[in-house]
Nanobody
Framework: QVQLVESGGGLVQAGGSLRLSCAAS????????MGWFRQAPGKERAFIAR????????DYRDSVKGRFTISRDNAKNTVYLQMNGLKPEDTAVYYC???????????WGQGTQVTVSS
């Protein structure tokens, strides 16, 4: 059973920074890619960023390009989301997810709350 555990959320003022972590564990964990998503109140869950495990290539949602950076530590099976220049509209529950074969996201974390005050 694969487990994903997010941490690093919290309350921050607009313009501030947070770094989210997602630690993956479980028997024979492997993934094609890891992603970050977020869900704001009353809205659907939205894609934020993705990183391919093999080569570290990345993709981002347009609204976070230049502010957020996704990275990984293969040895620790951990993915990070560095968030700079936070805005109130970034307030949401942030989830990490693992895509085993690149077709869908198969495993999800429990989420971590990020609140940005104006």
């Amino acid at each position: 059973q694969v487990q994903l555990v997010e941490s690093g959320g919290g309350l921050v003022q607009a313009g501030g920074s947070l770094r989210l972590s997602c630690a993956a564990s479980g028997r024979m964990f492997s993934a094609y890619a890891m992603g970050w998503f977020r869900q704001a109140p009353g809205k659907e869950r939205a894609f934020i960023a993705r990183i391919r495990w093999s080569d570290g290539s990345t993709d981002y949602r347009d609204s976070v390009k230049g502010r957020f950076t996704i990275s990984r530590d293969n040895a620790k099976n951990t993915v990070y989301l560095q968030m700079n220049g936070l805005k109130p509209e970034d307030t949401a529950v942030y989830y990490c997810a693992a895509s085993v074969k690149g077709l869908r996201y198969d495993h999800w974390g429990q989420g971590t709350q990020v609140t940005v005050s104006s």
